[in-house]
């Protein structure tokens, strides 16, 4: 990106360890092209990508810049109007997965509302999605389970980039102002392309076939199963007690399954599946998948509850998108 294109303009970078131009990071591609950044913010899993999920995140300096780095998940999730105080324009940068309760797009929807506030242009540098090639599960009800890993009345997995995604929130007024948005897209990217992150994500999405996973397995964190946090392959198995899951050999998915969650729902004793908490209602966007499990419904009965919803959002989804499938 030229430092013309921001003459004058004081930058704030969203962005974190996958905001890379090549091998080097885009902080340090604009500050050697003369633009003048004057802060970051960070999301979940902080700057360099090493907090564990749901970690609070402090502000810190950056070390090799001296730049302010300011927490998107600490004391606040949306940039306060005195964080925008001396920025002109904000370039957003984060590499999301596809999954509704990945939290880099609740940051954007909060970063899009207070730049839309202060009147501050975004600029959202679109990067290919690892999931983008299908579009399913439940789409979150907004009226009662709506939360930071859960924020639009969208699937699971929604099968749009960041980009189409920031697009979508504008045009379907997810935010009261009208954010000025401007998406740089991608050359040649379609949407069944496969594509392996250069850098991991965040710390527990390690390998392609975690990410893949993901969609299906997340859910589980709403449960008393463990997804392998703390070992080497997280998100590649599932563990209660001494029974395990291994998944590290399964084809990855081309569709949100409830099949693990079924089949970890019959080993657990009963009544010891899910947490006495309602994430598990957060993560599913719904208060009804939980009751659909316990009473043993099928995965093809589950799924008719949902499409009625999921019909609907498709019909939302092609208003927005930039690429072809």
């Not at 679109?126 to 907004?142: A, E, I, S």
């Not at 994430?279 to 995965?299: C, D, P, V, Y």
Request: net charge negative; proline share 6%.
């Amino acid at each position: 990106m030229e430092a013309t294109a921001f003459p004058g303009s004081r930058i704030a970078v969203v962005g974190n360890q996958t905001s890379i131009v090549g091998n080097t990071h885009l902080v340090d591609t604009l500050l050697s092209a003369g633009a003048n950044v004057v802060k970051i913010f960070c999301p979940e899993h902080g700057f360099r990508g090493t907090a564990a999920a749901g970690a609070h995140v402090n502000n810190s300096t950056d070390p090799k810049t001296g730049l302010p780095i300011i927490s998107l998940y600490g004391k606040n999730k949306k940039p306060t109007p005195e964080q925008l105080m001396d920025v002109d324009v904000v370039i957003f940068d984060l590499q999301d997965v596809g999954c509704r309760f990945y939290t880099y797009i609740s940051t954007l929807h909060y970063v899009m509302e207070a730049c839309a506030e202060k009147g501050i242009p975004l600029i959202v540098l679109d990067r290919p999605n690892p999931n983008g090639h299908y579009v399913d599960g439940p789409v979150l009800d907004t009226a009662t389970c709506r939360s930071f890993v859960g924020m639009h009345p969208v699937p699971v997995v929604y099968g749009m980039t960041i980009g189409e995604y920031a697009l979508m929130i504008n045009g379907e007024r997810w935010i009261k102002d009208t954010c000025d948005l401007t998406v740089v897209k991608m050359d040649n990217y379609h949407r069944d392309s496969i594509y392996e992150l250069p850098v991991a994500p965040s710390p527990n999405l390690r390998t392609a076939h975690a990410i893949a996973l993901y969609p299906s397995l997340c859910l589980f964190e709403g449960t008393n199963c463990g997804v392998g946090r703390g070992t080497d392959h997280p998100f590649e198995w599932l563990t209660y007690g001494t029974d395990t899951l291994d998944l590290r050999q399964e084809t990855a998915p081309t569709a949100f399954s409830l099949k693990y969650l079924m089949e970890m729902h019959r080993r657990v004793p009963k009544g010891k599946f899910f947490l006495k908490s309602n994430f598990f209602e957060k993560l599913a966007g719904n208060k009804e998948l939980r009751k659909q499990i316990e009473l043993g419904m099928s995965e093809e009965a589950i799924r008719a509850t949902w499409q009625p919803a999921l019909d609907q959002f498709m019909e939302i989804r092609k208003k927005y998108l930039i690429y072809e499938d």
